[in-house]
């Protein structure tokens, strides 16, 4: 093992400090295990900061008639029954006690007027089911997490990013990374890895995404061999801001619709109408986002290229308290007033349904000792997740993954590092300073953004996937060439540089299966084969490192079991 | 189009120096927009932290025009356009690189804060007009401003006073109605509340407008002068045995 | 934590921004020491202030007039209470911190520094703690000041207005206003409590504790309002008094 690197070493370590991160570090703590928490941002800052609308979890606090049961199928439904049946219904399950647990750990969700969590409409929800804080339930949810840990110990490594995931045979070893401050080296040796990295936003040049949505976990995972799942399903959320330009993509919440938002376009038409007249604006958000999309395409879309989104309606003290975040949001950076105006919003490149593969009780990859949970991984949500479920998913999965790594842990055996992996992980991540010509990786990033934009949106057709095919393989010829210009202290171009190397891997797979799936299916949409096809229904698309070349594969899902099945044929 | 001359610190630990950017405007931009399209096109090196762009995580904080701004906020067309526009880093804690400071003494102060402990056997009931105040404190997004502008931590550099953002938490956690730890002797002595002269700049800069001063740090003065300095209070709470 | 001065902000008053941030206190300097000036001199000044109905603020309640034991002004014997009560109330202190200690003058502005500064944990800063006494004491003005404004209606035993009795009014108006919105009252009244919901007595004080802060976010307006009307309260019975102006009597 080399000791020229700075070295730590844990039982399990979590890279990235989201909801899912956070909650499995406190189930590993729990356990006994030794853990370590890395994460690219400071400590509180990880994109879960940004879920607004709620937490869904069948409480039955408002509707008496909601359960476990309502949950999974419509988590079930949303998903075009791609999804994972067995982590539905975990999901549906534990997603109750888990919101329950963060209110012990000092989470106050607004109330109902019998003093308990309070819990709000959203698309595809049957019954009022969201738990949630106004418009800022992912910020509780993240400080409440966050408190969790502190509080019971956790070593977290702020602003240092994992480039490589270290092996010892087949198994997990630990991984290898840079410290963002100073740009030196560290390594961490560890019995059980959890990739918690969230999503690939950053790959789309419209989205709601933050700079650190590169999707380096799924690319981590998938260098270290492990198998991605579904990556042609990401997610278009259908309201994001549209104007003024610089704010373009930020994600306006779901909960404006669950509040009683109304979306009209530029004639004044209510025109989820013609798309789904019995949900309305609530219909699932693959659904509105086509919506939108096609309004705007056909000329009937807003000044800037939008649809209207109108909470006007309400008093307007009523919007203030339950959307606060949104009046101030529009207030300060569109000069809108949403108490008075409408907003014009448009679709948003917002979260990957897609991801790592792994095992619905452990949470376990294809590769010993690596898990993953949150948005990295992926079967939950299938072809098109319901709002509110994904928080409910980082804390479900989050906790089964910290607890399924501690346990591992203890079963396993200290593992070796292979000093050649780690000279070559230096290497990569070295070679832009030596580049003297070379361009800005600003540019190449730019360029990808519009490409996937273009090519691989909400709508896609075979001559563009083919043609952003033969695009992504310019653009990763050009980003072996990126040169970085300063020194390795806090450096964002170096940064980026190495990101992008992520970017790449991830829009490759996404485009591949996206051209592999012939139908149309929640958010994936082919233009060229507009229906659902019973085949592609039954199968799974596999993507995996085969040497240097991605593989693409077809794998049958699991059959569903009778009871599950009766449950979604009522 | 028109542009803005931006005027951003460029410098580490050991020194550095203000460097000027032309930058073209559009419409509704912020300050971290001129930011970005600098990295983007200028100074590919430039240190920035940013992560939601939309004023939900607290992490582009810098001073802007001489004020501690989350940068995402500021937009370009509020401020005058006659001079360049100044960014710096903030003042009370230590330059890493650029714009980026070290803001870990924050992160240390938090843990001598005991977290939430609840009454035992509670049902877990509780009703908004309970949490409401609460609930203020907790849209604190941790972007540090207002230990920035913070006096005692800026200009006396007094580590003994944990910080409005710490007074929030703190307050926080002391009225939440189904919390059983006791942290007013912490929040005298170890959070130092008495370094406070309630000069309200915290106030001032918080963009989530919480009214730091008024519903945090006072009530939680008062509930010092409850437990120390009020010996009425005190001998009234021996005679009836109250807590 | 600032060890490095590096963005070239250094010394007393340094700053980045642009406005004219000392504008925030000057106001403030000037009113307070204007008062102040003011004040001290009609305290020393031991008359003219009484006339028909009328008792000056800066007199009330009268002891001693007659200079039976006390041979000084008898404002003197009474000024601790309201003075105290400002010069400890948390609006004051923000303005008088800015405006006279300059620590800090202005928001990000430097103030003197030094790592000496003790804030409000020594004496004499320390005695801040004590506001919630002169609240107390300050209701026992309250109810002076209450009798004097309806004493002032009374003409020789007659229902009677006067311009005077109109000030009076309306100086005890804003200075209830400023004492019951006093951030210490808004933490006794119900603040302190953690559960407003758990029993009848908690429900009621939470009611009360929403009404005093309603108040208390207009605290500083009716600090200033409040100063103003007791100042020019006792300069109109001042100048009647001593016969300057007549009072217009209304009724």
Same mark, same amino acid.
């Not at chain 3, 001199?41 to 007039?65: M, V």
């Given at each position: ?5 700075? &070295? ?19 189930e ?34 408002? *509707? ?5 049961i309502?949950?999974f199928? *419509? ?24 919101v ?37 339930? !992912? ?6 997490? +966050? ?11 702020m602003?240092?990013?994992?480039t ?50 590169? !999707?380096?976990?799924m ?10 799942? *579904? ?26 619709? !669950? ?7 530029k ?61 101030h ?9 949403? &108490? ?17 593969r ?10 010993? !000792? ?18 509110g ?19 591992h ?39 990808? +953004? ?24 310019k ?7 990126v ?55 039954? +199968? ?19 059959p ?11 | ?13 050991e ?43 607290g992490?582009?904080?810098?001073e ?16 005058? #356009?006659?001079?360049?526009? #100044? ?21 240390? %102060? ?23 105040? %609460? ?5 604190c ?26 007074m929030v938490? #703190? ?27 309630? #000069? ?24 010092? %002068?409850d ?17 | 934590?600032a ?7 250094? /010394? ?33 000044? /031991? ?36 003075l ?7 609006y ?35 005695l ?102 007791? /100042? ?20």
């Open positions: 093992m080399s000791d020229r690197f700075e &070295t730590h070493e844990h039982d399990v370590l979590i890279i990235g400090a989201g909801g899912a991160g956070l909650r499995a570090a406190i590993a703590l729990a356990h006994g295990a030794k853990v370590g928490v890395v994460c690219k941002s400071l400590l509180g800052k990880a994109h879960t900061v940004m879920a607004e609308g709620g937490i869904a979890a069948a409480m039955a606090n408002v *509707d008496s008639a909601d359960g476990w309502p949950h199928r *419509d988590t079930m439904r949303g998903g075009k029954m791609l999804n994972n049946w067995r982590m539905a219904q975990l999901h549906a399950q534990e997603s109750i006690d888990r329950k647990e963060l209110e012990q750990w000092g989470a106050l969700f607004d109330r109902t007027s019998d003093g308990n969590i309070l819990q709000r409409a959203f698309g595809g929800h049957t019954f009022k089911r969201l738990c949630h804080v106004g418009d800022r339930t !992912g910020l509780e949810m993240i400080r409440t997490l +966050q408190d969790r840990g502190v509080e019971m110990g956790v070593d977290v490594y602003e240092c990013t994992i490589k995931l270290l092996k010892d045979g087949d198994r997990i070893a630990g991984a290898f990374g840079y410290w963002r401050e100073q740009g030196r080296f560290v390594q961490f040796k560890a019995k059980s890895v959890i990739i918690c990295t969230g999503g690939i936003g950053k790959s789309w040049k419209i989205t709601s995404n933050s700079w650190e949505c590169t !999707g380096d976990g690319a981590l995972a998938y260098d270290a061999g492990a198998e991605l799942l *579904d990556m042609e399903f990401v997610q278009f959320h259908p309201t994001g801001m549209v104007w003024p330009p610089g704010v373009q993509g930020i994600l306006v919440t779901e909960a404006v619709r !669950g509040e009683g938002g109304l979306l009209t376009n004639l004044g038409e209510r025109f989820m109408q013609k798309y789904d007249p019995k949900k309305m604006e609530l219909s699932t958000r693959d659904v509105v986002a086509r919506s939108i999309y096609t309004e705007v395409k056909e000329g009937r879309g807003s000044e800037h290229g939008g649809a209207f989104l109108d909470i006007s309606h309400k008093p307007a003290e009523y919007v203030k308290q339950k959307l606060p975040s949104m009046y949001q529009f207030k300060e950076l569109a000069d809108v007033d949403i &108490t008075k105006q409408p907003m014009e919003v448009g679709p948003t490149c917002h979260y990957m349904m897609g991801g790592i792994v095992e619905a009780e452990t949470a376990q990859t294809t590769v010993p !000792g690596l898990f993953a949970a949150g948005e990295a991984a992926a079967g939950l949500h299938g072809a098109n997740r319901l709002g479920n994904s928080l409910s998913d980082l804390v479900v999965f989050g906790r089964r993954a910290g607890l399924a790594a501690a346990e842990a203890k079963k396993v055996s200290a593992p070796n590092i292979d000093a050649s992996e780690i000279e070559r992980a230096e290497r990569e991540m070295l070679a832009p300073f030596d580049q003297s010509a070379g361009e800005s990786p600003y540019a190449v990033h730019r360029d990808l +953004q519009d490409m996937m934009q273009s090519l691989v949106g909400i709508f896609r057709v075979e001559d563009d996937l083919k043609t952003a095919l033969a695009e992504l393989d653009l990763k010829e050009r980003a072996t060439k040169r970085v210009e300063g020194s390795r202290m806090f450096n964002p171009g170096w940064h980026l540089a190495r990101d992008l190397q992520c970017m790449l891997t991830v829009s490759e797979a996404v485009t591949r299966s996206a051209l592999a799936r012939k139908e149309s299916r929640g958010a994936h949409s082919r233009i060229d084969y507009p229906g659902l096809d019973e085949q592609w229904g039954k +199968q799974n698309n596999i993507t995996k490192r085969e040497g240097e070349t991605m593989m693409l594969k077809q794998v049958a899902r699991p569903l079991p009778d009871d599950l099945k009766k449950i979604l044929d009522e | 189009m028109s542009e803005a001359v931006m005027q951003v610190f460029r410098g580490n630990r020194g550095g120096s203000p460097v000027e950017f032309r930058v073209p405007i559009t419409p509704g931009m912020v300050v971290l927009d001129a930011l970005h399209h600098i990295q983007g096109h200028q100074a590919p090196d430039l240190a920035v932290r940013w992560n939601c762009k939309a004023g939900k995580c992490s582009c904080s810098a802007v025009n001489g004020r501690p701004r989350l940068t995402c906020k500021t937009r370009m067309d509020a401020l005058p #356009t006659d001079q360049p526009i #100044t960014v710096n880093p903030m003042k009370t804690f230590p330059v890493i690189k650029d714009l980026v400071t070290d803001v870990s003494w924050n992160y240390e %102060v938090n843990k001598k804060i005991p977290a939430f402990k609840p009454k035992a056997g509670t049902d877990w009931k509780m009703y908004q007009e309970d949490i409401d105040r %609460v609930q203020e404190f907790r849209k997004i941790e972007c540090f401003l207002c230990q920035d502008v913070c006096h005692v931590l800026r200009d006396h550099d007094k580590k003994e006073f944990a910080g409005p953002r710490f938490r #703190t307050a926080a956690l002391e009225m939440h109605p189904l919390d059983s730890a006791d942290r007013i002797p912490l929040v005298k002595k170890e959070l130092g509340i008495g370094y406070c002269n309630i #000069t309200k700049c915290c106030t001032e800069v918080c963009p989530e407008e919480i009214h730091i001063t008024d519903n945090a740090i006072i009530p939680l003065k008062e509930r010092v %002068v437990e120390f300095y009020d010996p009425i209070a005190k001998l009234v709470r021996k005679i009836t045995g109250a807590k | 934590m060890e490095l001065q590096i963005v070239g902000q250094q /010394g007393f008053g340094a700053t980045k921004r642009r406005d004219s941030w000392w504008i925030e206190i000057l106001p403030v300097f000037i009113v307070l020491n204007s008062f102040g000036a003011y004040a001290t001199f009609r305290a020393f000044e /031991g008359k003219f202030y009484e006339w028909g109905p009328y008792l000056s603020p800066f007199y009330s309640p009268l002891i001693d007039a007659g200079h039976t034991w006390w041979k000084f002004s008898p404002a003197l014997l009474i000024l601790a209470g309201p105290g009560f400002r010069a400890t109330c948390y004051y202190r923000k303005a008088y911190y800015r405006a006279f200690f300059l620590d800090p003058p202005a928001c990000a502005v430097n103030d003197r520094g030094g790592h000496n500064y003790k804030g409000e944990t020594s004496f004499p800063f320390i801040q703690n004590l506001h919630r006494y002169f609240f107390y004491l300050a209701l026992i003005f309250l109810a002076f000041l209450w009798y004097d404004a309806v004493l002032s209606f009374r003409w020789d035993g007659h229902f009677g207005i006067g311009l005077g009795s109109l000030i009076m009014t309306v100086n005890v108006i804003l200075l209830s206003l400023y004492s019951f919105s006093c951030h210490s009252w808004r933490h006794l009244i119900g603040g302190k409590l953690d559960c407003f919901s758990c029993s009848k007595s908690t429900q009621v004080r939470h009611g009360g504790w929403k009404a005093v802060s309603a108040l208390n976010e207009k605290h500083m307006l009716f600090a200033w309002l409040s100063l103003f009307s007791v /100042g020019l309260t006792d300069l109109y019975i001042r100048l009647v008094s001593c016969g300057a102006i007549t009072d217009i009597k209304i009724l």
